[in-house]
């Protein structure tokens, strides 16, 4: 099963998220039939999509991740809240580029460099948060890492990793975020860089049988690392038919009639996870009824 941790270094010099989010990852391509690339650019992004969440305060906040750098894959976008839950999906997961001279898949290319990251915090207030920022690489990771740096003012370390297998599924995939906290002295930090410099790839860590803990305490063995809490992640969809209902009634009454006149039925995927819900007979003329009173 997939989980997050919450840490701290024992001197309170830096505070850690890391997250294993295999399952989660393989769900995504499951439902989404993703290639090779699409899968890994989709999978770093619902893995930091999985920590952003995580860092918020309440169960009701909601972080939405959209990133668009004008490349092959379009947008990604993902949402995710503090309890492990996340969705998400890409807009062309057809898209497959050739690998890259070191042998390591292409996100880069395929999602491209001339867009944004803009994340989205809806707080329960009557407006969200947004902060947008340039794409860097569209390595994701390295996007990430100047969203925080120039909208949060918050010098983070973003590392994430997505390993695909022959089949196509998913053998590993995590990440984690770094994050100094202010009183940092300059020997530690540059302990921590030292560290962060030397990672090597992030999803050979990940690609194991080791607890999340385990593997925290390994990257980081020259600090004593406090694990503070735990919590389950997942690829979790909140869509439902009713929800889908609700979306029909905003097409107005010419335009349902006609679909119904048309087929006699209408399907409703949902853009997120792929789950299709069937409209037919009784069901779409109790709509009908529901527009036209």
Same mark, same amino acid.
């Given at each position: 099963? *997939?989980?997050?941790?919450?840490?701290?270094?024992?001197?309170q010099?830096?505070?850690?998220?890391?997250?294993?989010?295999t399952?989660?990852?393989?769900?995504?391509?499951?439902r =989404?039939?993703?290639?090779?690339?699409?899968?890994?650019?989709?999978?770093?992004?619902?893995?930091? &999509?999985?920590?952003?969440?995580?860092?918020?305060?309440?169960?009701?906040?909601?972080?939405?991740?959209?990133?668009?750098?004008?490349?092959?894959? &379009?947008?990604?976008?993902?949402?995710?809240?503090?309890?492990?839950?996340?969705?998400g999906?890409?807009?062309?997961?057809?898209?497959?580029?050739?690998?890259?001279?070191?042998?390591?898949?292409?996100? &880069?290319?395929?999602?491209?460099?001339?867009?944004?990251?803009?994340?989205?915090?809806?707080?329960?207030?009557? *407006?969200?948060?947004?902060?947008?920022?340039?794409?860097v690489?569209?390595?994701?990771?390295?996007?990430?890492?100047?969203?925080?740096?120039?909208?949060?003012?918050?010098n983070?370390?973003?590392c994430?990793?997505?390993?695909?297998?022959?089949?196509?599924?998913?053998?590993?995939?995590?990440?984690?975020?770094?994050?100094?906290?202010?009183?940092?002295?300059?020997?530690?930090?540059?302990?921590?860089?030292?560290?962060? +410099? +030397?990672?090597?790839?992030?999803? *050979? =860590?990940?690609?194991n049988?080791?607890?999340?803990?385990?593997?925290?305490?390994?990257?980081?063995?020259?600090?004593?690392?406090?694990?503070?809490?735990?919590?389950?992640?997942?690829?979790?969809?909140?869509?439902?038919?009713?929800?889908?209902e609700?979306?029909?009634?905003?097409?107005?009454?010419? *335009?349902l009639?006609?679909?119904?006149?048309?087929d006699?039925?209408?399907?409703?995927?949902? =853009?997120?996870?792929?789950?299709?819900y069937?409209?037919?007979?009784?069901?779409?003329?109790?709509?009908?009824?529901?527009?036209?009173?």
């Amino acid at each position: 099963m *997939d989980y997050m941790i919450r840490a701290i270094d024992k001197k309170q010099t830096f505070r850690l998220f890391m997250v294993k989010s295999t399952e989660t990852v393989e769900e995504a391509r499951r439902r =989404h039939n993703t290639t090779p690339t699409a899968s890994a650019a989709l999978g770093r992004t619902l893995t930091a &999509g999985l920590m952003m969440g995580y860092m918020m305060k309440n169960e009701e906040d909601k972080l939405t991740i959209n990133i668009n750098g004008g490349g092959p894959l &379009g947008t990604i976008l993902t949402v995710s809240d503090n309890a492990g839950r996340i969705k998400g999906y890409v807009e062309n997961p057809d898209v497959n580029l050739p690998l890259k001279e070191n042998g390591k898949l292409d996100v &880069g290319g395929a999602v491209g460099v001339n867009g944004k990251v803009t994340v989205m915090m809806d707080l329960g207030l009557r *407006d969200p948060y947004v902060g947008s920022t340039d794409i860097v690489s569209g390595e994701i990771a390295e996007d990430i890492a100047m969203y925080y740096c120039l909208s949060e003012q918050q010098n983070s370390a973003v590392c994430l990793g997505v390993l695909v297998d022959r089949d196509y599924s998913i053998k590993s995939s995590g990440g984690f975020i770094v994050q100094p906290l202010p009183f940092i002295e300059e020997e530690d930090l540059k302990k921590l860089e030292n560290t962060l +410099n +030397n990672i090597g790839s992030v999803s *050979d =860590h990940f690609d194991n049988d080791e607890d999340v803990e385990e593997i925290a305490k390994s990257i980081f063995a020259d600090f004593e690392i406090e694990i503070t809490e735990k919590i389950p992640a997942k690829f979790s969809c909140d869509c439902s038919e009713e929800r889908m209902e609700r979306a029909l009634l905003t097409l107005g009454r010419d *335009d349902l009639k006609q679909l119904i006149e048309e087929d006699g039925k209408i399907e409703t995927v949902c =853009h997120f996870c792929n789950e299709k819900y069937n409209f037919e007979g009784e069901k779409l003329k109790n709509i009908l009824k529901y527009i036209e009173h």
